[in-house]
């Protein structure tokens, strides 16, 4: 699992969306999935979810090859995936400041 360090390597990311699937300013493909598991013991409800079952939310990013860029595990399953993204480090890094170093020209006609 390789993480992009630098702008370059998110601008190629994003070329390789385009290319591949010609899906434009595209630098991943973000998704949750909730997980049965058993109750741990004095959880509570933490764990419960909607669909009436306990889970964790394992967070993943893949890129357009299908290699998994980043991995969040272990989110409680009573979350919602909005959620556990903006809590999750990847959802602290897009956040303003940007400190993933996304260059803003993946999100204009020039990449």
């Known amino acids: ?3 992009p360090k630098s702008a370059v390597e998110w601008e190629e990311k994003a070329v390789s969306y385009q290319q591949r699937w010609d899906y434009p300013h595209c630098v991943g493909a973000i998704d949750g999935k ?17 669909k009436h ?3 964790i939310m394992p967070l993943a990013m893949v890129d357009a090859d299908y290699k998994f860029v980043y ?4 989110a409680y399953g009573k979350q919602p995936d909005g959620g556990i993204f903006a809590v999750s480090s990847l959802g602290r ?6 400190s993933l170093k996304i260059s803003t020209r993946c999100f204009s006609s020039q990449c």
């Open 1 to 3: 699992m390789s993480f």
């Open 34 to 50: 909730h997980v049965v598991i058993e109750a741990p013991a004095n959880s509570g409800s933490l764990y419960y979810n909607y």
């Open 53 to 55: 079952s306990f889970s």
């Open 71 to 74: 991995v969040d595990i272990g």
């Open 93 to 98: 890094a897009l956040t303003p400041p940007n």
